[in-house]
T-cell receptor, first 116, second 115 residues
Framework: DQQVKQNSPSLSVQEGRISILNCDYTNSMFDYFLWYKKYPAEGPTFLISISSIKDKNEDGRFTVFLNKSAKHLSLHIVPSQPGDSAVYFCAASPNAGGTSYGKLTFGQGTILTVHP | DSGVTQTPKHLITATGQRVTLRCSPRSGDLSVYWYQQSLDQGLQFLIQYYNGEERAKGNILERFSAQQFPDLHSELNLSSLELGDSALYFC??????????????FGSGTQLSVL
């Protein structure tokens, strides 16, 4: 039962253009959403997050959009740079006040390649 | 460098064997988490410890166990290994038992190959 899905295994974009990575979830109890980036031979690193009370969060070139009614979130990277080439994982967490601390549910990841 | 140290980086063993993966959290972090990443799978949460005590459990097999020691390092023990246990095992840490909005710091993982 895949509660968090990233349906695109890979995405290729040109440097300077926008990269849009998508993520769908099924569990209505998810309250907080995060994106992690992973380079080869390294662990995932936190990128950006969004609470379910918001529909948008921005940090520099990275913006995450949340559509709760559609149970969909997306990560926009503008402009894309070759150094952004990595695997991007979407993750979700249940109610922040609950007991499921750190029990993130991850998607399968999307490999982003940014061409110079 | 996340500050989380995992050893060994690679481990090759045979079916039926037992291995121990080790994790040292970031300085000051009290919580340790273990995740498993198999081929074509996202990271699957296994177990979480906070200051030596188990706090949350995921889909961890009975053949797997973990503990967190007084110096806060953690070990994940995998026994009666099967081919399907081959995966990348990540350890992560955070200051406190993470709320949903608290980011985790991941180590670079231990690649386990069961032959």
């Amino acid at each position: 039962d895949q509660q968090v899905k990233q349906n695109s295994p890979s995405l290729s974009v040109q440097e300077g253009r926008i990269s849009i990575l998508n993520c769908d979830y099924t569990n209505s109890m998810f309250d907080y959403f995060l994106w992690y980036k992973k380079y080869p031979a390294e662990g995932p690193t936190f990128l950006i997050s969004i609470s379910s009370i918001k529909d948008k969060n921005e940090d520099g070139r990275f913006t995450v959009f949340l559509n709760k009614s559609a149970k969909h979130l997306s990560l926009h990277i503008v402009p894309s740079q070759p150094g952004d080439s990595a695997v991007y994982f979407c993750a979700a967490s249940p109610n922040a006040g609950g007991t499921s601390y750190g029990k993130l549910t991850f998607g399968q990841g999307t490999i982003l390649t940014v061409h110079p | 460098d996340s500050g989380v140290t995992q050893t060994p980086k690679h481990l090759i063993t045979a079916t039926g064997q037992r291995v121990t993966l080790r994790c040292s959290p970031r300085s000051g972090d009290l919580s340790v988490y273990w995740y498993q990443q198999s081929l074509d799978q996202g990271l699957q949460f296994l177990i979480q410890y906070y200051n030596g005590e188990e706090r949350a459990k995921g889909n961890i097999l009975e053949r797997f166990s973990a503990q967190q020691f007084p110096d806060l390092h953690s070990e994940l023990n995998l026994s009666s290994l099967e081919l399907g246990d081959s995966a990348l095992y990540f350890c992560a840490s955070s200051v406190a038992p993470a709320r949903g909005d608290e980011k985790l710091f991941f180590g670079s993982g231990t690649q386990l190959s069961v032959l």
